[in-house]
């Protein structure tokens, strides 16, 4: 059994790439992908393509294990539990910098729907965004 799965994981697990930019394709201050569909075990990296940046979870699946990278550092982290881990970049929270990934099933998804409530109140601009990320969960 433990062979079994030494021998599918690596084959299975994928790498994500997200970068941290001044400008793409949803507007300035952004995450790309903004939303991102992952499996248990996949790593997904934070690139900072554009200095100024770094990521910070905010809500996490229950047991998951909180992110926070250091500004201007390239971050990775192996998703560790199912759900969804909804994120920001400090420095630019009031400009909508923020990103939602889903692992696997969306089993937080009502936590993470009252805690985004309270994100909202701290954005400025774009606010449109995290809705549009949201929207995007698979239930
Ligand atoms: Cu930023």
Not at 82 to 91: D, K, Q, R
Not at 99 to 127: D, F, H, P, W, Y
Request: net charge neutral; aromatic share 10%.
């Amino acid at each position: 059994m433990l062979t079994a799965l030494l021998f599918v994981g690596p084959a299975l697990s994928a790498e994500h790439r997200i970068l941290m930019l001044n400008y793409g394709k949803d507007g300035s201050m952004v995450f790309e992908p903004g939303f991102l569909k992952a499996e248990l075990g996949d790593t997904i990296t934070f690139v900072p393509e554009n200095s100024s940046h770094y990521v910070q979870s905010y809500a996490v699946p229950d047991g998951a294990t909180p992110w926070k990278s250091k500004l201007d550092q390239p971050f990775t982290v192996t998703v560790d539990k199912e759900g969804v881990f909804l994120y920001y970049c400090p420095p630019h929270l009031m400009m909508s910098m923020i990103g939602v990934v889903q692992v696997g099933t969306a089993i937080n998804l009502e936590a993470v729907t009252e805690k985004s409530a309270k994100l909202r109140s701290k954005i400025v601009m774009k606010n449109e965004r995290l809705d549009n990320y949201l929207s995007r969960i698979v239930k």
